[in-house]
């Protein structure tokens, strides 16, 4: 069982930086797993922001790429989200989400196993 939990969320005026992570636990390591960070704004469907394919390859929602960078410390088991340029339109709750599996990429991927608990990001113009 993978559990995950994310920090790292705040309130930011616009063009400011947050860095989110996500401790991930119980992660068998004989098995490969993608990683990946979704939002969900109100009143809107989650979407998919950035996604790390167990093989290493990133991906991103085309309105981050470029701003958001995704990364592994696997020594410390956690993934990152680093946000630049924060706008008003990334206001969300951020999730971190893992599941076995590979050849994953965003808008394509939606991992049904594990989730964390969410943190909370809200930009201010």
């Known amino acids: 069982q993978v559990h995950l939990v994310e920090s790292g969320g705040g309130s930011v005026q616009a063009g400011g930086s947050l860095r989110l992570s996500c401790l991930a636990s119980?992660?068998?390591?004989?098995?490969?797993?993608?990683m990946g960070w979704f939002r969900q704004a109100p009143g809107k469907a989650r979407e998919a922001v950035a996604v790390l394919d167990a093989d290493g390859p990133t991906s991103y929602a085309d309105s981050v790429r470029g701003r958001f960078i995704i990364s592994e410390d696997a020594a410390k088991a956690t993934l990152y989200l680093q946000m630049n340029s924060l706008k008003p339109e990334d206001t969300a709750m951020y999730y971190c989400?893992?599941?076995?599996?590979?050849?994953?990429?965003?808008?394509?991927?939606?991992?049904?196993?594990?989730w964390g608990q969410g943190t909370q990001v809200t930009v201010s113009s």
């Open positions: 989400a893992a599941e076995v599996s590979y050849d994953c990429y965003a808008g394509s991927w939606w991992p049904n196993n594990y």
């Open positions: 119980g992660k068998n390591p004989g098995n490969t797993y993608c």
